[in-house]
């Protein structure tokens, strides 16, 4: 069964719906990178062991990820529209109460509590787009989409040693989570607003499989995170246990018929590759310039501005598909010049410029591919395994290119980067096919040409 729109979402521009869904996005992207910045004032200011802190820095991280594909079946059993504002209201409270915790016990807990609303908050922004849009429209609605995770963690980075800095009123570093607090409370009004969706009337919630997934995805973060890589077994049998309790459920968490969506694996597959290059990057960058050339937290994260700045723009006006590969292609040799050159600041920050264009000529156009021939009542299951895939790539990049990193330096844990998102670039060539027919048909003979053209041609 197709979920229906009721007639509010006749009386509702599309623009305003995309500028509540998409703050709410930017809001939860802010937060998996903000606290890195002012990590060490944490620490200090609530004592924080070495391992208590990296539960502080993770702990969202962890919850978001666990929970995405649940919060996306949530959304479709009780609601999208219910769905987001229950996860407004718990991420906002739980913003609130992460600015107020006086002990790192209480400011873990609450960022836990954080990472559940947002996994509620993110499925039910792509199965409005994928619901409210089709065609160049939603190319575009996915182009903003793209600019708004892009604009979100190189902001949360800015932001972080902006209001830690300032210590407002001799807060220290609780501003960067009380900012949340009048965003999500505006955000709760406007969201009323928002379309009601009638959910399909046949979705339960497969307590089986969700257990199974959880506990999959919680073992896979946690061994790459912590260790110990034994975990990685257990996920992995976890994984086989999901997939049998799938082919006998009646209703099940991750439907195959999705899994055989045409486009939906390739794509998914090669925006994988991208994800752990993109995420492995921007974490091993960001730790150099800090810890290898002195720059302060504030001026690192201002250096991914020309990234961000591109990557946005060129989401939004050029989302072409046919251009996947060559986007790819020119991101990857960016990271090597950068991985070279980077101790010279004009020509680090002039490649920031190519590298931001050629990630954006792939992120939307990736995620248009791999939606565009899923059907709407598969929409939340969809956005659900998209976006666990997209977080859980970004885990294994700062996982294991940033080992490399402190294993073996800079420059061949960028040349990493640049492998993956090579090996993305050739995973996407069949989706830019149509870049090869203008200089096919040039190659052809006139003869053969006409021949192709067949009787209608003449």
Known sequence: MTPTLSAPVLRTRTGTLLAIVLTAQFMAMLDTNIVNVAAATI???LGASGPALQLVLAGYTIAYAVLLITGARIGSLLGYRRTFLLGLLAFTVASAACGLALSTG???????????????????VFSFIQITFTGPARARALGWYAAVISVGVVAGQILGGLLSSANLFGTGWRPIFLANVPIGVALLVLGRRLPVVDPPSYRRLDLPGLVLLSLAVLSFVVALLF?????????????????????????PLMPLRLLRSPGLLPSLA????????????????????????????????????????CFGLTGMLLPRRSLIPVGLAVAAVSMVLIAFFIGDPWVYLAMQVPAGIGSALAFSPLMARALARVAPADASDASGLLTTNVQLAQVVGVATLGSLYLTSGLTVALLGCAVMTGVASVMSLPFGR?????????AAPSGSRMFARGPSAR
């Open 227 to 251: 260790g110990p890589l034994l975990l990685l077994v257990l996920c992995a049998l976890f994984v086989v246990a999901f997939g049998l309790v799938q082919r006998s459920s009646t209703s």
């Open 434 to 442: 149509s870049l090869l027919r203008p200089f096919a048909r040039a």
């Open 270 to 309: 090669a925006l994988v590759a991208m994800m752990v290059s993109y995420g492995g990057f921007m974490f091993t960058v960001a730790l150099y310039l800090q810890e290898g050339l002195g720059y302060s937290p504030l001026l690192a994260g201002l250096s991914f501005v020309p990234n961000a700045i």
């Open 106 to 124: 209480e400011l873990i807990a609450f960022r836990f509590a954080q990472g559940v609303g947002a996994a509620l908050i993110i499925p039910q």
């Open 43 to 45: 620490q200090t200011s």
